[in-house]
């Protein structure tokens, strides 16, 4: 009998190199771990088998790892630790006992290197495009002047500090100081309203707020005066606001100036704090109740955020990092920690497409990006308005360009690739704000296929596991860690028997993060997200994640975004709208709804082509971009808006009438 023949290796969309391998941080830092902390010899040849021997032995050996880390980084301690993982049990994982160091301390490192003090550390630029830099020196002697500020107002270690800031150098310092003096900071973007930032504030209970006048958007100015007031009123633990004058507004009364804050040259001082002291808050979008304050540690974030950064990213001295974010996305912190590698950020304040749709392309050249960082929705935008990013704009200095917020689909791989420049390395990264990290995605070493992240992150037990917690390999399982990260929740800010950060990971597989997606782990090691696990469409026994069937609806010209909910149904039956919002002089006739189902039917599966397709006239967003699956599929099922949703987590509260509205109607039925 002639045995089977082997499914063929499928053919990478990029590889790198053999000098980008061997220039990789990541190729140097595995042969120094080999020899110095006995993890596994690199596989002369074969990146794909060093990688994974690597992986394994970062999981298998916890402790070895990240001391290999806080070696090669150079990570100061001011006392030292007494082990490096003293109980694994999560939650409560306890890292570094006994150590004590500071944030901010490291992030301005490189600012005490006289050939490096007077280059950029941050590069700003607002819709004109006009780059501004901030050195390390000065940035070094604004957050040690604001520091001291801090310090004379009263601000102690494990105090909050907050910011209505958009993503702007002020906001960067700010954070900055906050951790010099072992606060723990918190921030909102100034689109967000006065309710939705009160959700949040009000819990941690500030005694600083960093506030704005305004910012500008599209085009146009957004004064913020009026939301400030109501900020100021309803936080009665503050003891000084901080007026930043964007728009060039004086101060109103009783407020600070950010000059007369940032104006000293004084030495800076570093707050010695022990590893599990909070570092920031940062929030869960909210959308059903108060958001989830997340605490997450000083030490924590600087080992994960070195490992993500400095390994996985491959940045360092001579790079320039952007990502295009806002203060109320977990990736603004991350693309702050750039400068724990030494490397110069970029931070924009503005519309991600204005005056056009490429403009994020303009701010990459404009700025000489090495890595550039959007989402996957950005990348879709850009296809469908036929941007030309490689011809139109010089990307010569571009190596990377990364995404997340949702699965790239493998038509946005390929435009980038087409598009942006065949020798790009395309990284799609998926985490999650619950760990201000990546679980999955960039590795420098190794090929990218077309759907794929190129494989689970160091020190990370990433597993997909069927409901009775069977490892699975190439199939659709729960996304679990298995072992703890650094940057896991220390805990949630008002939760004091740990009740609310238990249910939200471990309840499903205790002692185990199941964090809420659905993924496939490839035979090859890469990975696959398929959207979120609480509302994937289950049909027949069928499982699929909603991103599958956004990546085929909005290949159609005439969709400009869709929403699919899998509503169950009290007597066992199974209803599959889908919600369309169309391009401009689009039509949702027979012949359209014919080719969305035969879409459908044709590339994915019969048993998901939706039982209606529904117009209307946008998807609703978290504040921070997510479809609002799980609400909407609540209000389908008949709950009241009030109890599905909570509205200031939204972007628009009235586009959710409409399923109100099909809710109760379903239920009179």
């Not at 004064?223 to 004086?250: K, N």
């Not at 001295?317 to 996305?329: A, E, H, L, N, Q």
């Not at 960082?373 to 571009?398: E, F, I, N």
Request: charged residues 20%; glycine residues 8%; negative net charge.
């Amino acid at each position: 009998m002639t045995a089977a023949a082997a499914t063929p290796e499928p053919r990478p969309l990029w590889q790198p190199g053999p000098d980008r391998i061997a220039r990789a941080q990541l190729t140097r830092f595995h042969a120094w771990a080999a020899g110095q902390h006995g993890a596994p010899a690199p596989a002369p040849g074969d990146p794909a088998a060093s990688y994974a021997a690597l992986h394994r032995w970062s999981v298998d050996e916890l402790p070895a790892f990240w001391q290999a880390v806080t070696e090669w980084f150079d990570v100061r301690f001011d006392t030292p630790y007494a082990s490096v993982l003293a109980d694994r049990d999560m939650p409560g994982a306890t890292w570094f006992p006994g150590a004590t160091l500071n944030y901010a301390e490291h992030a301005l490192r490189t600012a005490e290197d006289p050939a490096r003090a007077g280059d950029p550390a941050l590069l700003h630029v607002d819709e004109r495009q006009d780059p501004q830099a901030v050195t390390w020196r000065e940035l070094r002697r604004q957050v040690a002047s604001l520091a001291a500020e801090l310090r004379r107002l009263g601000v102690r270690p494990g105090d909050r500090v907050s910011g209505y800031l958009p993503n702007i150098p002020e906001a960067a310092v700010a954070l900055l100081a906050t951790a010099a003096v072992g606060g723990v900071w918190t921030s909102c973007a100034p689109d967000f309203g006065a309710r939705s930032v009160l959700d949040r504030f009000q819990q941690v209970e500030p005694v600083v707020l960093f506030t704005v006048d305004g910012y500008r958007y599209g085009g146009k100015e957004h004064h913020r005066a009026d939301t400030v007031a109501e900020l100021r009123a309803e936080l009665p633990t503050l003891r000084a606001v901080v007026h930043v004058p964007l728009l060039g507004t004086p101060a109103p009364d009783g407020a600070l100036t950010w000059d007369s804050l940032t104006s000293s040259d004084v030495d800076p001082v570093f707050e010695q704090v022990p590893f599990d002291h909070p570092l920031w808050v940062l929030y869960s979008s909210g959308t059903t109740g108060l958001p989830k304050a997340i605490v997450q540690s000083q030490g924590g974030i600087l080992l994960e955020h070195l490992k993500q950064l400095g390994l996985h990213c491959d940045l360092g001295p001579g790079d320039r990092f952007f990502w295009y974010t806002s203060t109320g996305w977990m990736m603004w912190n991350f693309l702050v920690s750039g400068l724990l590698t030494g490397t110069t950020v970029i931070t924009y304040d503005g519309s991600p497409g204005y005056p056009h749709t490429d403009a994020q392309w303009h701010i990459a050249e404009r700025t000489g990006a090495t890595l550039y960082g959007t989402s996957a929705a950005y990348v879709m935008a850009c296809r469908k308005a036929d941007v030309h990013p490689g011809r139109d704009c010089d990307l010569s200095a571009l190596r990377c360009v990364a995404t997340t917020g949702s699965p790239l689909p493998p038509d946005g791989f390929r435009w980038l690739h087409d598009e942006a420049g065949e020798d790009l390395w395309i990284a799609s990264v998926s985490g999650g704000t619950d760990v201000c990290s990546c679980f999955a995605g960039a590795v420098p070493t190794l090929p990218v296929h077309i759907g794929e992240l190129q494989a689970p992150c160091l020190g990370t037990d990433l597993q997909s596991w069927d409901p009775h917690g069977k490892p699975l390999v190439d199939e659709v399982g729960e996304l679990v860690v298995t072992n703890p990260m650094p940057s896991m929740p220390v805990r949630f800010w008002n939760d004091p028997d740990g009740t609310r950060y238990r249910e939200s990971y471990f309840e499903m597989f205790p002692g185990v993060w199941r964090h809420g997606d659905w993924i496939t782990l490839t035979g090859r090691g890469s990975v696959v997200i398929h959207g979120r696990s609480d509302s994937t469409l289950n049909r027949q026994g069928v499982r699929m994640g909603s991103a599958d069937i956004y990546e085929a609806v909005e290949r159609l010209p005439e969709i400009r975004e869709s929403l699919v909910i899998g509503v169950e149904e009290p007597e066992g039956g199974y209803w599959m709208p889908l919600f369309v919002h169309l391009a401009e002089g689009a039509v949702l006739d027979d012949d359209l709804r014919d080719r969305v189902k035969r879409t459908i039917r044709g590339q994915l599966s019969p048993r998901h082509v939706p039982d209606e397709i529904i117009e209307i006239p946008a998807v609703p967003h978290t504040l921070t971009g997510k479809r609002l699956e799980v609400p909407v599929k609540r209000l389908l099922q008949g709950t009241p808006l009030e109890k599905a949703v909570n509205p200031g987590s939204v972007d628009d509260v009235e586009l959710l009438r409409v399923y109100e509205r099909l809710g109760r109607e379903r239920a009179a039925r």
